[in-house]
């Protein structure tokens, strides 16, 4: 097969997607085979499909099976990769009428102080909102469309963090009249409304725990995931707890009170060695069980992302889930691999998991994360 990629950038974009797939496809791929791959690219400053082939089959396969499956792989999603969209078939004078993005941002205030005193601010990011497929895979989305997706994730955050609530309570003045409490106060003056009693919406705390894999096989699905909760947790309004593993635990809840979630990130890096590793999903969810029990309550919804690849003890992820289940209001699964129609929860430690599970959705697409924060937000 002969051609190159545009530059070195692609060639590891197109790499990671690669790995990740190996992976779905049960290729046995570790942390440091992906590593010694991405160096030797950037070494050799591979772009042409020929050498790249050649990198990965020196550093990625183990197996004399696993050759002919990598070859398969690489022609399929090559194909995809280089598939020109439809909007890049557009007149260039079509596309240049394109709207910019608006991103809309609410500086958050205290319960105390009056909707209106809140302040909007907007800039625009220079992205066309239709550029942007919000039914596409976040793993094949390239680099140069990461900040569009950014920003419209920030937009569907904002909006569903600065919803009121339907919960209401009584207020001294206010534009919503509270009619049964006029009739009872009435009842005192046989009947005869002297005065009406008013009531507000009532911001309530929305309480969730996210656990989420960063594993080799979810890094890239994590990292929009967090960007969004990193969105959302600047809205005083809710409560949101956020933790990650691969192999063990680690709270972040601390880390999103940082400037910005590059820099969020780079504290991670820093404290969590795990990034990227293998995935024990058993001892995770008994860790935060155990170690943290105090943000699993009754009224928490507790959302695992997670593609169910578990290299841990199965019996343990069984016991932790049926603890976690008794505790918590309730539990979410969202699993990215659930985008696909094909797909079937046979992996053993999904499969052990679901019974366990209230709901069960997919995460892998700009349109589902605004699905779940429809549903739960």
């Excluded at 990292?223 to 972040?252: A, C, E, G, M």
């Excluded at 929860?345 to 995460?363: K, Q």
């Amino acid at each position: 097969m002969t051609g190159e990629f545009d530059g070195l950038d692609a060639s590891i974009d197109f790499s990671l997607q690669l790995f990740h797939l190996l992976r779905e496809h049960n290729v046995a791929l570790g942390t440091l085979q992906t590593i010694a791959c991405t160096q030797s690219i950037v070494a050799l400053h591979a772009t042409r499909y020929e050498k790249l082939l050649s990198i990965y089959r020196l550093t990625l396969i183990n197996r004399r099976q696993d050759w002919y499956r990598l070859k398969q792989l690489f022609d399929a999603l090559l194909q995809t990769y280089l598939n020109p969209t439809a909007e890049d078939n557009k007149p260039e004078n079509e596309t240049a009428e394109k709207q910019s993005l608006e991103v809309k941002r609410r500086v958050a205030s205290d319960d105390s102080h009056d909707n209106d005193e809140a302040e909007d601010t907007s800039e625009s990011e220079g992205y066309s909102a239709r550029e942007i497929d919000h039914h596409k895979d976040f793993r094949y989305f390239p680099h140069e469309d990461y900040s569009a997706v950014l920003a419209l994730l920030e937009r569907i955050a904002n909006k569903y963090a600065s919803v009121a609530r339907r919960k209401t309570t009584l207020s001294h003045r206010g534009r919503i009249v509270d009619l049964r409490a006029s009739v009872r106060e009435s009842v005192k003056y046989e009947g005869e409304l002297l005065s009406w009693r008013f009531k507000k919406k009532q911001l309530d705390r929305t309480r969730l725990v996210f656990v989420v894999d960063v594993s080799g096989s979810m890094e890239v699905y994590g990292i929009f995931l967090l960007n969004f909760l990193y969105f959302l947790n600047r809205n005083r309004r809710l409560k949101i707890d956020v933790f990650v593993f691969s192999t063990h635990l680690q709270p972040l809840t601390t880390y999103f009170q940082l400037k910005n979630f590059q820099q969020m990130l780079d504290a991670i890096s820093l404290h969590f060695s795990g990034w990227s590793g293998g995935t024990k999903i058993g001892a995770a969810i008994a860790d935060l069980e155990e170690s943290y029990s105090a943000v699993v309550t009754p009224k928490s919804t507790v959302v695992i992302m997670s593609d169910g690849w578990d290299t841990g003890d199965i019996e343990l992820l069984d016991r932790s889930m049926a603890r976690i289940a008794n505790r918590a209001k309730s539990v979410v699964w969202i699993n990215p691999l659930k985008g696909d129609v094909s797909y079937e929860p046979l992996a053993m430690g999904m499969a052990t998991a679901m019974p366990y599970c209230d709901e069960f959705i997919s995460g892998h697409s700009i349109e589902s994360l605004e699905k779940f924060a429809d549903m739960h937000l």
